[in-house]
């Protein structure tokens, strides 16, 4: 079966602070699929990334970084430098790797405020 | 439009109403998808379409629940006899080809309110 846990409900931090978003995962497949996506107040979710199971560099794109780790099923997200704009509903999520299995497994979601 | 659109955004209904909620994907994409978003909670998978062929229905959460994307495009999800339990976000989402691990884009929802 699968479940994406992501332990941190919210999480408050002042601009320009460093983040991290913890992500946790389980799935008995050897190929899968992780994604990230943002919620912001307006209800669309905003893709950020996709890693497939057998690709494990870490990934940085300007104020992103994601940090894909197989020993520990974990994701983990981070932002450096935050902005007040990236206050949203971050969500985690896990698709297998089957031809026709290509739904999410989403997280609970952890609510990101970033005060001015 | 360019994106996923969904309607109507808001929706009322009063217990044992039926309601019928509609999405466009994005032109051309293949696989079309239902979620529902509880209050507080990450979205659940209810169904999912590869062009008009119903593939995966395992979400549905009872026979109340009804979905169809008849030309291969446009996608109906129709609630009978609503329940308070039913209130909740309707997500749709699209993605270009079938193919396990495509990039999924979100319409805005549609927030049902039960009543």
């Known amino acids: 079966a699968q479940k994406v846990t992501q332990a941190q409900t919210e999480i408050s931090v002042v601009e320009k602070e460093d983040v991290t978003l913890d992500c946790v995962y389980e799935?008995?497949?050897?190929?899968?699929?992780l994604f990230w996506y943002k919620q912001p107040p307006s209800g669309e979710l905003v893709f950020l990334i996709r890693?497939?199971?057998?690709?494990?560099q870490n990934e940085i794109s300007g104020r992103y970084s994601w940090n894909f780790q197989k020993s520990t099923s974990s994701f983990n997200f981070t932002i450096t430098a935050s902005q007040v704009v990236d206050s949203a509903v971050y969500f985690c999520?896990?698709?297998?790797?089957?031809?026709?299995?290509?739904?999410?497994?989403f997280g609970t979601g952890t609510r990101l405020t970033v005060i001015p | 439009g360019a994106g996923v659109s969904q309607s109507p955004r808001y929706k009322v209904a009063k217990r044992g109403q039926d309601v019928a909620l509609r999405c466009d994907p994005i032109?051309?994409?293949?696989?079309l998808f239902w979620y529902q978003q509880a209050l507080g909670q990450g979205p659940e998978f209810l169904t999912y379409?590869?062009?008009?062929?119903?593939?995966?229905k395992s979400g549905l959460p009872s026979d109340r629940f009804f979905a169809e994307r008849p030309e291969g495009s446009v996608s109906t999800l129709k609630i009978q006899r609503t329940q308070q339990e039913d209130s909740a976000v309707y997500l749709c989402?699209?993605?270009?080809?079938?193919?396990?691990?495509?990039?999924?884009?979100f319409g805005q929802g549609t927030r049902l309110t039960v009543v």
């Open positions: 032109s051309g994409h293949v696989s």
């Open positions: 989402a699209s993605t270009p080809r079938g193919a396990p691990g495509t990039e999924a884009f």
């Open positions: 999520a896990l698709s297998e790797g089957r031809t026709g299995a290509n739904n999410l497994f």
């Open positions: 799935t008995r497949d050897t190929t899968y699929y």
């Open positions: 379409f590869q062009n008009e062929a119903q593939l995966d």
């Open positions: 890693r497939n199971s057998f690709d494990e």
